[in-house]
């Protein structure tokens, strides 16, 4: 069954800190990978995405991921962190050829001040 | 903003009741989902909606009764709920086809008493 893994379920980082979150994906085919991000109280929000194309993407808020086809990868990036980057991060999988996302565990993030 | 509307943002219901949530979109889209997502969980797919069409049903037990009556509504029936159903029910939409961004509401939190 396809799945989607994120190792961290939970990371500390100080402002300014670099930030890479891990996802793995376990599909043999045509894959669309997306970042969520889900803020306290708040609803889930694209970051970025990819389907085709250069294999680094970049998204909003200074995020960005890069799809590596060989490791099953899609790993999410940020050079320096924010306070207001505390939030939970969600990799997911398109499966099918309709837009049925499958998540990972998710990430919950908390930048300390 | 959220372009996915939700109502109630809250409910709480007896075992034995009947309610209904609702979520409401006008950004044309013709794909429209129910995810269901348990604290510290990720959102779990519940049913997928094409062009007004039940297309995907995850397995969801019958007590959840979907219904989309046009383009623009999603609704979900509840019926005989048990406390385990205690959760946040996320509606979405998106354009039909692969790599579209899906669009996610606040959700509307349910407790089953």
């Known amino acids: 069954a396809q799945s989607v893994s994120q190792h961290n379920h939970h990371v500390i980082l100080s402002e300014a800190a670099s930030l890479e979150l891990g996802c793995n994906y376990s599909?043999?085919?045509?894959?669309?990978l997306f970042w969520y991000v889900q803020y306290p109280g708040q609803h889930l929000q694209l970051l970025l995405k990819?389907?085709?194309?250069?294999?680094l993407v970049k998204g909003i808020k200074g995020f960005e991921a890069e799809f590596i086809k060989s490791k099953f990868s899609f790993n999410l990036r940020k050079p320096s962190v924010q306070w207001s980057d505390t939030a939970e991060y969600f990799c997911a999988v398109n499966r099918n050829a309709g837009n049925m996302l499958t998540f990972g565990g998710g990430t919950r993030l908390m930048v300390k001040p | 903003d959220t372009e996915v509307t939700q109502t109630p943002k809250h409910l709480v219901m007896g075992m034995t009741n009947k309610k209904s949530l609702k979520c409401e979109q006008h950004?044309?889209?013709?794909?429209m989902y129910w995810y269901k997502q348990k604290a510290k969980k990720p959102p779990e797919l519940m049913f997928v909606y094409s062009y007004e069409k039940l297309s995907i049903n995850e397995s969801v037990p019958s007590r959840f009764s979907p219904e989309c009556p046009n383009s623009s509504l999603l609704n979900l029936h509840l019926h005989a709920l048990q406390p385990e159903d205690s959760a946040l029910y996320l509606c979405?939409?998106?354009?039909w086809g692969a790599g579209n961004t899906i669009y996610f509401g606040e959700g509307s939190w349910l407790t089953v008493v």
């Open positions: 950004m044309g889209h013709r794909a």
């Open positions: 599909y043999g085919g045509t894959v669309n």
């Open positions: 979405a939409s998106s354009p």
């Open positions: 990819y389907f085709s194309g250069d294999p």
